[in-house]
Structures are given as C-alpha cells and as structure tokens.
C-alpha cells in the first residue's frame, strides 16, 4: 500500500534533472526525493528511441522499487520517447513528464506568436512539443532548435563559460529570426545555462523553464490522490550510474543543497533491464 511517507522517485540522464528536483523541494518542502542520474548513458539526446525507452522503463522500476509514489521524468528526451509507455507498464504509479507542462507554460505567455524550443536533437526529431502546444492552441507555432553542445557543457561545470556564451548566441539566433519571442528550455540541463541564453536573447524575449509548472502538475496529483506528505520524514536520497564524488561536487550547486552522499549503482546489477515490448525483464 502507498503512504503518504513515500518519496517522490525523480529522474534524468545526469545532473540536468536538479533543476526539476529544486523546483519540486522549493514548492513540495514536505516531500522527499530518490533521485537517479543515468550518468553512465549521458546524454540521451542522440540515442535511439528503443534505447531510451528501455532506460526509462528500468529507472522507473528501480525507483518504485525504491518506494516512490510518484515518479517525475525530469528528462525531456525521456518524456518525449517513454512517458506514454511507462505508464502502461506501470499502471499503478502516477509518472508525469516535462513537456507538456513546458509546452502549458510556453502557450500562456506567449501572446500566440511562434514558440522557440531549445531541446536536443532527438527532442527536437520528436516534434513532441510541437504537438503538446497544438493541442493546447493548433494556431501557434513551434520553432526547435537542436542544441548538442549543451548538455556536456553543464556536465563538465562551465555553464557560465565563454564557450557556453559562443554556444547559446549560436542556438537562439535562428529563433529570433523566426519571430519567437518566447523561449523553451526543452531540456532539463539548460536551465543551468538560463543567464547565458538570456543574455543571447535579449531582455524582451520570455525563457520559460517547464521545472515550475512541472512541480505545480506534480502537487495537483499528489493532492488528487491523497498521496501528498505533511511534514519531511526522511533525507533525500541520491543515486547516480556514474562517478559519485562529481555528481555529489557539481550536483549540491545545482540543486541548492548539499549533497552528502550518493550511492552507485550498476545496470543489469541494482537496475533491471526492461524489454521495450512490456513483456521481459532480464
């Protein structure tokens, strides 16, 4: 049976899903997080649609496992390509993505003019916000822009580099000259990299991180089932496929809190293997 007690299971390829993590403590204080971090498969942005969906069909189950109640895909690649086919194979858990709740952000500010996404390049191949914002409002419409050098930069901590300036003015250049003037951080990992873009963009363009209203979609599901804590019952808990003292150094600035420890874990080992076709688990 689910308690109220249980944690909130949060996920991403790397560090990029903190910024959700925040949002989600800074709006949900009497929550807990388990939070993996697939360091070993960053990024998913240029892997194979199978592949990301047997990644996110494993993580999921390693964090109910782990006692969530709810899961949040903070990864937009993973949202884009396994949020539909998670929630079959786990019926019994509420997992919400980041897209749509992006795509919801982006339509309220937007004045109906053309929606810039910033997103990876299988993201971006996806088309997934282009049709998130068109059943909200078929009339707008939605530029992307693939973004490859982004998700190492914050990775390697030089998200305020110069690099990261030469990048960003690279990426946003062709949404102004599409007309957008509202901006979607369509990639977890990018709201790290939110002053640099900004500066790229110009103070009269909206960014819109989808961490806040992804928090906001968690808190009305929580409340819907009864599920939602009210008071803080444990320590948050942090897991990582990679190399931990990294994770534990970059990830405490990114999340606003001290990290003290992360634990590894393996794949095949602490994490199943889930066979895409919802019918083998090796």
């Not at 990048?167 to 599409?178: D, M, S």
Request: with cysteine; hydrophobic share 45%.
């Amino acid at each position: 049976m689910v308690e109220v007690t249980f944690p909130i299971g949060v996920f991403d390829s790397g560090l990029g899903g903190l910024s959700v993590a925040a949002e989600i403590l800074r709006r949900l204080p009497n929550e807990r997080i388990v939070y993996l971090a697939d360091n070993a498969h960053v990024p998913y942005g240029e892997r194979p649609l199978e592949e990301i969906q047997e990644f996110a069909l494993g993580i999921v189950g390693f964090l109910i496992e782990k006692g969530a109640k709810a899961v949040v895909m903070a990864c937009n690649m993973s949202s884009a390509a396994a949020l539909e086919i998670s929630q079959e194979y786990y019926p019994n858990v509420p997992i919400i993505g980041v897209i749509d709740p992006g795509a919801t952000a982006a339509v309220k500010v937007s004045n109906r003019k053309p929606i810039g996404v910033l997103a990876t390049t299988g993201t971006t191949r996806s088309e997934a916000y282009v049709r998130s914002v068109a059943r909200l409002d078929p009339t707008i419409r939605v530029v992307g822009q693939a973004c490859p050098r982004f998700v190492p930069l914050v990775e390697s901590g030089q998200a305020e580099s110069e690099e990261a300036e030469a990048a960003a003015c690279t990426y946003v250049a062709p949404l102004l000259g599409e007309g957008c003037r509202t901006i979607v951080l369509g990639c977890t990992h990018y709201p790290f990299l939110r002053k640099v873009i900004q500066t790229a963009a110009g103070d009269g363009v909206s960014i819109v991180d989808p961490a806040e209203e992804t928090a906001r979609a968690l808190e009305n599901i929580l409340n819907e089932r009864q599920l939602a804590s009210g008071e803080l019952n444990g320590p948050h808990i942090f897991y990582t496929s990679g190399e931990t003292d990294s994770f534990a150094a970059i990830g405490s600035a990114f999340l606003g809190r001290e990290i003290e420890a992360v634990e590894h874990v393996e794949w095949g080992v602490d994490i199943a293997l889930v066979s895409r076709d919802l019918q083998s688990r090796t």
